[in-house]
Nanobody
Framework: QVQLVESGGGLVQPGGSLRLSCAAS????????MGWYRQAPGKQRELVAI???????NYAESVKGRFTISRDNAKNTVYLQMNSLKPEDTAVYYC?????????????WGQGTQVTVSS
């Protein structure tokens, strides 16, 4: 079994910054894609950023130039640096990883961390 634990959410003023972390533990051989998603009240969960094992990254248009995804493969951890935060970034943020274990490969979700951008 694999567990993803997130940290780093909170309340921040518009224009501020936060850094989210998500660490995976358990029966892990390797991790392919690592990503961040978010879900605002009354809206569907959406992709924020993704980092592939090959080193490429992709971002939602709404966060390009403000958010940066990075990963530490040795620590099975993915980060999301969020700068110039806006009220519309308020949401629960979830990490997602495609984890290869000994017998299978599947996606896992973190428990979610609340990010609130408000003055």
């Amino acid at each position: 079994q694999v567990q993803l634990v997130e940290s780093g959410g909170g309340l921040v003023q518009p224009g501020g910054s936060l850094r989210l972390s998500c660490a995976a533990s358990g029966s892990i051989v390797s991790i392919n894609d690592m990503g961040w998603y978010r879900q605002a009240p009354g809206k569907q969960r959406e992709l924020v950023a993704i980092s592939t094992k090959g080193g490429s990254t992709n971002y939602a248009e709404s966060v390009k130039g403000r958010f940066t995804i990075s990963r530490d493969n040795a620590k099975n951890t993915v980060y999301l640096q969020m700068n110039s935060l806006k009220p519309e970034d308020t949401a629960v943020y979830y990490c997602n990883m495609e984890v290869r274990s000994r017998y299978y490969t599947r996606h896992y979700w973190g428990q979610g961390t609340q990010v609130t951008v408000s003055s």
